[in-house]
């Protein structure tokens, strides 16, 4: 794992972060994204309970008074937005010299912000691990420092199948998904595009390859081993093996780009050594704002 994983580089990158999604929401939960509902902001709409990471500011004291509990306002036309962030920890994210794990959790955390500072609410779940362990139900700025906390102590390990995975949650209502991964296991991520697409989820897909694949330096004869499965291929690198390889490489990305047009899902490539701030500047590039 990275020691200081999140830097003084980290926090500098995210002062230009913003989030923009496609879908209006439609909740009747506070926050700070605006929705197609009428009536205006300071309306007041209804109250609900309070949930840690609400803005205290919102607190019914009146109510407290009465009941002995906490209940905030909501307002007609604050809304808040739900993120679902899954990050792959299986194994095959632990290559490179820059990690893809380290890029995927330190994107995990870049997205993480933009919701928490929009007021919205987020869940987090590491994808390919066995045991149950997420963040859940989160909203609020000071929140972002458990979900940092959560990011540098979560271990990578274990197998990811999209389908399986997200066929495994409830996701309630509309909102929208963020899959960061390397994609080996492809094989069951159009299934799993069209069962959030029947969830009404919006679906943008991170996909972190390390610079050693996508230009590899091996020469002569190798042993590769399959970080997940354990499985040993002897192969001989030579000029005509690095070209095939390279055609592989370019199908299987085509592959994504196609997918995800398909599927309607934003697309977004990087390196692993790639600074957020491009990440963020291709994110934004094709995501207009509401």
């Not at 926050?31 to 209804?46: I, M, T, Y």
């Not at 920890?89 to 820059?98: I, P």
């Not at 609020?140 to 997200?166: H, M």
């Not at 299934?191 to 002569?220: D, M, N, S, T, Y």
Request: glycine share 6%.
């Amino acid at each position: 794992m990275a020691k200081n994983l999140f830097d003084a580089e980290f926090f500098s990158q995210l002062s230009h972060a913003k989030l923009f999604t496609k879908q209006r929401m439609n909740s009747a939960m506070n926050g700070g994204r605006k929705s197609s509902a009428k009536g205006s902001s300071v309306e007041f709409s209804d109250f609900r309970e309070y949930m840690l990471g609400d803005d205290i500011r919102r607190i019914d004291w009146n109510a407290y008074g009465r009941m002995d509990r906490f209940f905030v306002k909501l307002f007609m036309e604050e809304k808040e937005g739900l993120f679902h962030i899954f990050f792959d920890t299986s194994d095959s994210m632990n290559y490179g010299e820059t990690s893809k794990y380290d890029q995927a959790r330190k994107a995990a955390a870049m997205f993480s912000y933009m919701v928490l500072e929009n007021l919205d609410r987020m869940y987090l779940y590491p994808s390919g691990r066995q045991k149950d362990s997420r963040v859940s139900g989160i909203t609020g700025r000071q929140a972002f420092q458990k979900v940092l906390k959560y990011l540098e102590e979560v271990p990578s390990g274990g197998v990811t199948d999209w389908n399986k995975e997200l066929r495994n949650h409830s996701f309630g209502r509309r909102g929208t998904v963020i899959l960061i991964s390397d994609f080996f296991e492809c094989e069951s991520l159009e299934e799993a595009l069209r069962f959030l697409a029947f969830q009404k989820q919006e679906v943008i897909l991170v996909q972190i390859l390390a610079k050693e694949e996508l230009h590899p330096e091996q020469e002569g004869h190798c042993n590769l081993i399959d970080s997940e499965n354990g499985k040993e291929m002897r192969v001989t690198v030579n000029h005509g093996v690095l070209e095939q390889y390279e055609r592989t490489l370019s199908g299987f990305l085509d592959h994504m780009r196609e997918l995800s047009k398909r599927c309607q899902a934003s697309y977004i490539f990087c390196e692993s050594s790639d600074p957020l701030t491009k990440l963020l500047y291709d994110y934004q590039r094709q995501i207009p704002s509401n």
